[in-house]
């Protein structure tokens, strides 16, 4: 079945620094692929998303890339900010599915 | 335009007992999801509703069901609350509910089974 591994974290950055967190997917067709972030007491916002390979997917300063060759879907940020501090969730849904399958998620954690 | 809404925010609920949760969903969108979310598991899939009709169930037991009402707002029930029952739920909303249509998620509903 289809499915979604992330890197463990927790992941401690100082601010300014680069964010890399690993994401690669298990699934048949052209599933869509989704970054949401939680924020403490929060429930889910999305972050970035694309629908088929080769997208890339931006806001905020965050990216990440469909690459279908090697199944991920890799978030990045080239300086993060104490307030980027949060559970970070790699997600996909099939093309015709109605449910999202999500990573465990990563924490971040950035000082100042 | 408002976003969605669940409510309650947290609950307190004995063993044994049951549960109802509601969901509603950003003005004209017919898709509603349900998603539990505990340190142990991550965040699952409970089901979908769209246009009052479950589309997809996910892998738990009977105890956990819903049902979505013509305005779109749907309810999800737990009976015979288990300890493990403990999570966060998250409702979804989406236009279509389908492929990459962006979901919006509520607040979420903090259970607790003492």
């Known amino acids: 079945g289809n499915s979604v591994t992330q890197m463990e974290g927790p992941v401690t950055l100082s601010e300014e620094a680069f964010l890399t967190i690993n994401c690669t997917y298990t699934a048949t067709g052209y599933p869509s692929l989704f970054w949401y972030v939680q924020y403490p007491g929060e429930g889910l916002q999305l972050l970035l998303k694309a629908t088929k390979a080769d997208d890339k997917g931006s806001n905020k300063g965050f990216e990440a890339t469909y690459r279908k060759e090697t199944t991920s879907f890799h978030l990045e940020k080239g300086s993060v900010q104490v307030s980027d501090s949060a559970v970070y969730f790699c997600?996909?849904?099939?093309?015709?599915?109605?449910?999202?399958?999500f990573g465990k998620g990563t924490t971040l954690s950035v000082s100042s | 335009k408002a976003g969605v809404t669940q409510t309650p925010r947290y609950l307190i609920k004995t063993r044994g007992q049951q549960v109802t949760l509601s969901c509603s969903p950003i003005s004209g969108h017919r898709s509603v999801s349900w998603y539990q979310q505990t340190p142990g598991q991550g965040l699952q899939f409970l089901f979908e509703y769209f246009s009052e009709t479950q589309r997809n169930k996910g892998n738990f037991p009977g105890r956990f069901s819903g049902r979505q009402f013509s305005n779109s707002r749907s309810e999800m029930n737990v009976s015979t609350l288990e300890l493990g029952d403990s999570a966060l739920y998250l409702c979804a909303s989406s236009n279509t509910g389908v492929g990459g249509t962006e979901a919006f998620f509520g607040q979420g509903t903090r259970l607790t089974v003492v």
């Open positions: 997600a996909l849904i099939s093309q015709a599915g109605t449910a999202l399958i």
